[in-house]
């Protein structure tokens, strides 16, 4: 299974910490963040990775080379202008098709990672997740965090149920960044800058969405406060 991390957003509520770094690469307890997520991915079992950048990613490039050092093969997506999810993701389909990268029909999922998230779940849950045949994608959610005290979505047994504006619900969840997704997700996509949650919010109508609890520590680390809290959180478990 190959594996995407979404690495190319600008990172504007850091600033002014992405003015000079791109946010995966901001440390966290001694190392960039996006290197958090390849030790564990690396852990977990897999090996060929692509990185979507555009801010500042010759810096990405040059800080995790090829990917050897962690016994990864790093591919890169490099984006003159930053694509957005879906966007970014139908750029680096060639490579995501599990079999031969030329192999348009193979519809064999991949995990998407969102590089701005920190975690401490073992991988190996997506490596052993298997898709049903009629779903495109199964989410990982996490309880609401609070600045996303509305969540995103239900999880009603194993199916995903989008939320419209106007329903509120106290069992809502948040989705966590982490996916396993199929090729053909993009069905009837082109090339161009958009977002992948609409794509998701449409399979969901169609019930082709699983999702499961992701059972371990998260932060989305989106603003500097939640990156010192989590700096503090970490030198607080390596100290003890």
């Keep these: 299974m190959k594996v995407m991390i979404l690495a190319a957003g600008r990172g504007a509520r850091m600033a002014p910490l992405t003015d000079s770094c ?30 979507n950048h555009a801010w500042l990613g010759e810096q990405i490039e040059q800080t995790l080379g090829n990917g050897q050092q962690w016994g990864l093969r790093i591919h890169y997506s490099p984006e003159a202008q930053a694509l957005e999810t879906g966007g970014g993701v139908f750029q680096a389909l060639p490579f995501l098709r599990n079999a031969q990268d030329t192999d348009e029909e193979n519809d064999e999922p991949f995990l998407l990672v969102n590089g701005d998230v920190w975690t401490e779940w073992d991988y ?24 996303n005290s509305k969540g995103d979505f239900l999880l009603q047994g194993t199916r995903v149920i989008d939320l419209s504006e106007n ?28 977002p992948l949650a609409p794509m998701l919010r449409q399979a969901m109508q169609n019930n082709a969405v699983s999702g499961s609890l992701l059972e371990a520590t998260w932060v989305d680390v989106g603003t500097p406060q939640r990156l010192a809290a989590l700096e503090q959180y970490l030198t607080s478990e390596i100290a003890h």
């Design 167 to 194: 329903i509120s619900d106290p069992d809502t969840l948040t989705f966590s960044g982490i996916s396993l997704l199929r090729p053909s997700l993009w069905e009837g996509r082109t090339a161009g800058c958009y």
């Design 124 to 147: 190996r849950h997506a490596r052993a997740m298997r898709l049903a045949k009629d779903d495109v994608a199964a989410l990982w959610l996490v309880p609401n965090p609070e600045h």
């Design 22 to 51: 791109p946010k995966p690469l901001l440390p966290i307890a001694g190392k960039p963040l996006i290197v958090h997520h390849l030790e564990k991915l690396a852990a977990a079992g897999f090996q060929d990775i692509i990185i």
